[in-house]
């Protein structure tokens, strides 16, 4: 398995596995892409992507993957407080990635803005991790 398939599903794992967070969703609402008419709020994978970054010492990957919250409670507490329940999950977890070893977790950035059609708020956050082979 890639270090990023199995990074993407550590992730999923974690977030689905957190008892305050599927309270603020009113579910296990993480998705890899929403599907349509999925209600508010949830959480989906947005981005993922992956360098290179291997030499003498070993296969090395460092990854980006982008988180994003979508919310329509009618301000941004919702979207920030999903957000600071995220970052409280993944931040320097020590997480379990299927033939690879993770080296860091790092939750670099969270924001939230309201969408063009004024009624929606995205939370976005942005994860920075480190992968070794096994």
């Not at 969703?25 to 360098?51: E, M, N, R, W, Y």
């Amino acid at each position: 398995m890639s270090a990023a398939l199995a990074l993407q599903m550590a992730l999923v794992t974690a977030l689905r596995a957190d008892t305050p967070l599927i309270a603020l969703l009113g579910g296990a609402a993480i998705h890899d892409g929403a599907p349509q008419g999925t209600a508010f709020p949830h959480v989906t994978l947005a981005d993922l992507s992956s360098l290179d970054y291997s030499d003498s010492a070993g296969e090395r990957e460092e990854h980006f993957a982008t988180l994003l919250v979508f919310s329509r409670a009618g301000g941004r507490r919702e979207a920030l407080e999903i957000l600071a329940a995220m970052t409280a999950v993944l931040d320097n977890a020590a997480l379990a990635v299927t033939g690879h070893t993770l080296v860091s977790l790092v939750v670099e950035r969270t924001e939230a803005r309201r969408q063009p059609d004024g009624k929606t708020w995205r939370g976005l956050m942005r994860v920075r991790a480190v992968t070794e082979a096994e």
